[in-house]
């Protein structure tokens, strides 16, 4: 997506600009290691699937704040002429570690790890978070939404209720990403090069005098195409189908039939055996309204014959967790770990590495722990930027990330793929390099403290 | 915005084109009536805030399908030349009406009502919904948040946790629209000309050796400026504050303090008390920190003595109540009106107007009626656009949205106001002419399904 590549580097919050007017007065030139994370996991959710990174990229490679920025930030009356003019020859320097798009990760595991000088990592917060973030969000949901699926096809349905159009764009990528079939969104489908899916909508039956000749035009124009039975009554709908079969013959080439109302679990039966019983076994069932993970995977346990799933809004919304407390913290500068203690928000300091073991191809547990401690031949966070430029060949495209995700989720252990919540814990552990380091910073802080009273 | 005055055409779902194709191959070029409605108020609802419009009409002027779209269309192997052809001409020329930007409207009742040639009507559908749905969520949780703030200040701090870009921006619009005083949000401050905040992060007390020497240096840069104090340990950090007043003495500019995490119910008062035992009853508290409507609602209940409050994740993403059910249907096509009678979503057929009874500057009830109808004098639905063109002097600008939104809430029954799910439900009727249309179709489609049998 260029989006981000042309996004105005006034993408920020305010203070993220006073801070780095505030460094550059300090002469505060030093690297820093801020690290993305979250903390807990929501309700409902046993891993977040990473994702955002290409995104984040695009927008480190293009950050500068053009002409109208600078104007705009002149005006404000906070920002000195020099500094201004400093801001315009800003680019994005630093280097990026970070985890593939589609890896499966838990709190406190770093996600992206940006070093580059404080100004710049300061300046880039904003954006980091918000994609990451936001693109987790929703490929965690369409991971859960594919799983409990099994193997059936699931087209993103959110356009239309999605926050807005980066929302709406994204979540056809993420939910592609997480192993959906494709989107009903035709921009998001060139733009990421997936497929476009589609069907028809209420007001095309209601704008014609009966259901049949509704279904004629579209479907003698659209040979595999779908059709929604459910603008009046279901059943008879399915009635004007076989009828529309006979009157077609062998030019009869419809793929399926949509159900979006009623009791989609009584109503698919039925109609399967109204669409057996006049041979029509090849077309499909796809079924639609008010779905997300739970409703797939009951209707999927109660034998209904779906063979698709278009879903929504609560996909495109992450209706149940629609955010994770995400943060992008300073866990070094100037080669010194730093960290907080406030009250139930530990930052672990120093930059880190998240080491994976895994057992007979499940994931068994993990270790946040120091960059060269090799407590496990799988290392999560790989570089990804070399002095503000992508490293060639790490981008293998969203074909590789997809296939990365399904290997993921594929190695879950079994009791993170229960919708449930999960009582089980999958097993996160702090190295004692990490953890000593921590401890030794609090030991110094609490000096300073006393020293100050 | 043009972010929406430039978005590609494509930015649709795919069967709005498929659905547009077969109504250009049966030459259906009548006259549609869409409208924009929600069912059902979720939980922890008690109206909602339209918002959206203003996006909506730069979209619809600047409908246009370009070559780069054309050829995507073409590639995907389902439409003809002559109808690509035809697409490139296409234009929005139809009317819209709507209610403005900021009222409050209840379930069944139009919110946007778009009138135009059916190609037309339907390939905008997916970019009406998208953006009425999002903005009106966003703007309804605001609403919520500013109401519980009793004229504090409240700052939208959610770009970081939007769901993308866009709804960053949003977030930043609906909530200055909602009565919020204004976003951390740089771009969003730009773009819609509102005031833009900013405070400081963890990260610049950390990259300084100790927290005084943070708090000096951005004090010294930026005078009535706001320090965190909660990085090490909050009552401390007060403590650090006012050292630096000591220190400072007359040069001594802060606005306030603010605190992030803990408890700030208890961190605020005994941060107020140990300020003004110091004499800087000058200096407010600002809070921050998972906070929304109840959480706001709690503190001040709880005579926290909290000056501001910086709303994000919560915010941003409206999280209890993320989505609408809102939907984009035909209610007259050709001048014939149109329905659906699937379970449980039903739809008033014809063209609407709604109707609001006030009693003594209170809203007292809304009727749904046909458009001639002149049940009450204040009529919600107003003209907006006409053959493709914003009507003159209608969009008076955010500021007088945000007067309007005022007006609207301050008129609410105290019920509404209320935190908690209402027992008590706002009185809408549905007119005697509406119902009677509603019968007449219901009556004339099992005559149809009678003869078909």
């Known amino acids: 997506m260029t989006l981000r590549q042309h996004l105005s580097a006034l993408f920020t919050d305010l203070y993220e600009v006073t801070m780095a007017q ?18 807990k996991l929501p309700r409902g959710r046993s891993y977040v699937m990473a994702a955002g990174l290409a995104d984040v990229l695009d927008f480190l490679e293009g950050l500068r704040f053009d002409e109208a920025d600078l104007h705009y930030l002149r005006g404000l009356g906070l920002f000195s002429d020099e500094f201004v003019q400093w801001l315009a020859g800003v680019r994005f320097t630093g280097d990026v570690w970070a985890v593939p798009e589609g890896t499966v990760v838990f709190p406190n595991e770093p996600i992206v790890q ?49 926050h807005g159009i980066d929302a709406a764009l994204t979540v056809a990528r993420t939910s592609y990403l997480a192993g959906a079939t494709g989107t009903s969104n035709v921009l998001a489908a060139r733009e990421y090069g997936i497929p476009a899916f589609g069907t028809m909508a209420h007001s095309f039956i209601q704008a014609f005098g009966t259901e049949i000749d509704a279904f004629e035009a579209f479907a003698r124009l659209y040979p595999g195409t779908t059709l929604l039975v459910d603008t009046y009554d279901t059943l008879r709908g399915v009635d004007r189908v076989i009828e529309l079969a006979k009157r077609l013959g062998q030019r009869f080439d419809v793929r399926a039939i949509r159900l979006d109302s009623g009791d989609l679990g009584a109503l698919s039966k039925a109609a399967r055996a109204r669409l057996d019983t006049a041979g029509l076994h090849r077309v499909g069932i796809f079924a639609s309204s008010g779905l997300d993970e739970y409703r797939v995977a009951a209707l999927l346990d109660d034998g209904a014959p779906i063979d698709g799933f278009g879903v929504g809004t609560r996909l495109c919304v992450a209706e149940d967790a629609p955010a994770l407390d995400m943060a992008y913290k300073l866990v070094e500068y100037a080669g010194v770990g730093r960290t907080k203690f406030s009250s139930d928000k530990v930052i672990y300091p120093g930059r880190k590495q998240v080491f994976r073991r895994i057992e007979d191809g499940t994931f068994a547990g993990d270790t946040i722990g120091e960059p060269g401690e090799g407590l496990a031949d799988e290392q999560l966070l790989v570089p990804v930027m070399k002095d503000g430029r992508r490293i060639t060949g790490y981008d293998a495209g969203l074909e590789a990330a997809r296939a990365h995700a399904r290997q993921q989720v594929d190695a879950l252990p079994p009791q993170l793929h229960s919708l449930e919540d999960a009582r089980w814990s999958y097993p996160i552990a702090v190295s004692a390099g990490v953890a000593t380091e921590l401890e030794t910073l609090r030991h110094q802080q609490r000096l300073v403290a006393e020293e100050k009273r």
Chains 1, 2 share one sequence.
């Open 22 to 39: 505030a460094y550059w007065a300090q002469r505060m030139s030093g690297t820093a290691v801020f690290e993305t994370f979250f903390r």
């Open 114 to 162: 940006v070093i580059a000088p404080i100004v710049e990592a300061q300046l880039v917060e904003t954006l980091v978070l918000n994609q990451i973030h936001c693109q987790s969000v929703l490929a965690s949901k369409a991971a859960r939404v594919v799983d409990a699926a099994r193997g059936r096809v699931v087209v993103d349905f959110g356009a239309r209720r999605a």
